[in-house]
């Protein structure tokens, strides 16, 4: 099959970006997204032209690297990250608009690339659990609730890949907070930090210049790993709860 | 005696660039470079410190779900009043009146309007000033928009909320022009008899296609607002209390939006008459 793209090119951050449009024939429909762009690198290469910039690794869904907004949805018009989109989604003859993610916070580095740094300091934040090292211990000496170690799990998917920002029109980023918060907050070892993790991740959330969440849902919908809206309601209840507490 | 000292030299920002080990010593200096390293930005990312919840855009939208909330049930009582319509004139007066001596004596005459007024400003100052902030953060967090964007999961009330909340803000000021502050008859009746006053009004087509717009408007505001209240308050934390909490804001802005729109329907149709 053939398809046309329409594609953002940006040199660098400093530089303005603009739409180029490119045709690449012979897409076989068992072709990834990501592979269908390596055919067109190649031949981009072949003619001396600077290859289109963009993120993968390990191409199999799990890592969160790869992310592109694919004819106005984020990793395209299937729930899954755009490594593991395929071109049989397509039809012969589609015009294909990829761009970046759009947001202030995810400042676009080259092409299609943009920096995700700023999740990476929402994490810094209290993404996490304080615990000295040592030896492991017994892992039966904590029980958690079957219900809440599924419900940690399920939300612990989330691979970070700022889809959720990506789809939403405030540019918030309060699913990934949302999952962050709902996967520690379910277990035990995630007790002692609860209060000071959700006030110091939302703060800095909000310094790095993402929105505030209007509950629209766009969000859960581009979420290649299905986290449900109900993070961001429990992310809202433990920050009032924190508030409650004097934080 | 031979000495060896360390010295960062900058880049052309003066950031610390280049790791210098100058040995000193009676043969003369020499001087080796040690180490080097990436520049960061200028203005790099930075860490926030001494977080405060109270300083959060979720503490905005907890004060817009109370101030909301606080309305909803303004509009079930408004609604109330305004279905009295249907029990004649004598009725609906007394209504009014009734509203002014509520709580006397221990309140004075139209205290617990006043008190209701009180609240009421107090909540559309709140609301409206949270709603300004997350509408300017929203802006400056998408300042290049996409060439192409679908809106997929969202309903399409969901995306009315700012456009709307405004057409409502102008329709309620011009709704106390026409009914407290000014007390407007098109008409050209009197306007001390609220009854007689409603009738005059919404005997005028215009009007009543004005009031209409304004309750569909108040109706998508509602629907999604109501759900997004109940999910700000964090009170949706399992599916089925989403469901729930949706099914109820639908149910909510259907009866608000019928039950206002009836009224002034039924005065057009000539049911509701002097």
Known sequence: ?247 | MARITLEWEGDARGIPHVLHAIGTGPGGDSVATVATQTPSPVTGPTLVAGARAARTTIYLKLLMALSGLFFVGFVLTHMYGNLKAFAGHDAFNAYAEHIRTLGTPFLPYSGALWIMRVLLIASLVVHVACAAALWRRAKQARTVRYQVKKHTGAIFASRLMRWGGVTILLFVIWHLLNFTIGKVNVQGGPTNDPYNLLVDTFDTWWLTLIYLVAMAMLGAHLHHGTWSAFQTLGLTGTARARTRAKRLAFVLAFVVTVGFSIVPIFVLAGVISK
Not at chain 1, 173 to 178: P, T
Request: net charge negative; glycine share 8%.
């Open chain 1, 1 to 247: 099959m053939k398809v046309t793209l329409k594609i953002w090119r940006q040199p660098d951050a400093a530089s303005d970006g603009a739409m180029h449009t490119y045709e690449v024939d012979d897409v076989s429909e068992d072709m990834s997204f990501l592979e269908m762009l390596d055919v067109l690198n190649e031949q981009l290469n072949a003619r001396d032209e600077e290859p289109i910039a963009f993120d993968s690794d390990c191409r199999e869904g799990i890592c969160g690297m790869c992310g592109l907004m694919i004819n106005g949805e984020p990793h395209g018009p299937e729930v899954t990250t755009t490594c593991q989109l395929h071109m049989r989604s397509f039809k012969d003859g589609d015009e294909i608009v990829i761009e970046p993610w759009r947001a202030d916070a995810f400042p676009v580095v080259k092409d299609l690339c943009v920096d995700r740094g700023a999740f990476d300091r929402i994490i810094q934040q209290g993404g996490y659990i304080s615990v000295n090292t040592g030896a492991a211990p017994e892992a039966h000496s904590i029980q958690v609730p079957k219900e809440a170690a599924d419900r940690a799990f399920d939300v612990a998917t989330c691979i970070g890949c700022g889809a959720c920002v990506a789809a939403c029109p405030n540019g918030s980023a309060s699913l990934f907070m949302g999952a962050k918060i709902t996967h520690l907050g379910e277990l035990p070892q995630g007790q002692a930090e609860r209060d000071t993790r959700v006030v110091s991740m939302v703060a800095q959330h909000d310094h790095e210049g993402f929105g505030g969440c209007t509950n629209i849902g766009e969000c859960t919908a581009a979420c290649p790993k299905e986290i449900p809206l109900d993070v961001i309601s429990q992310l809202n209840k433990d920050l009032r709860t924190a508030l409650q507490h004097g934080h």
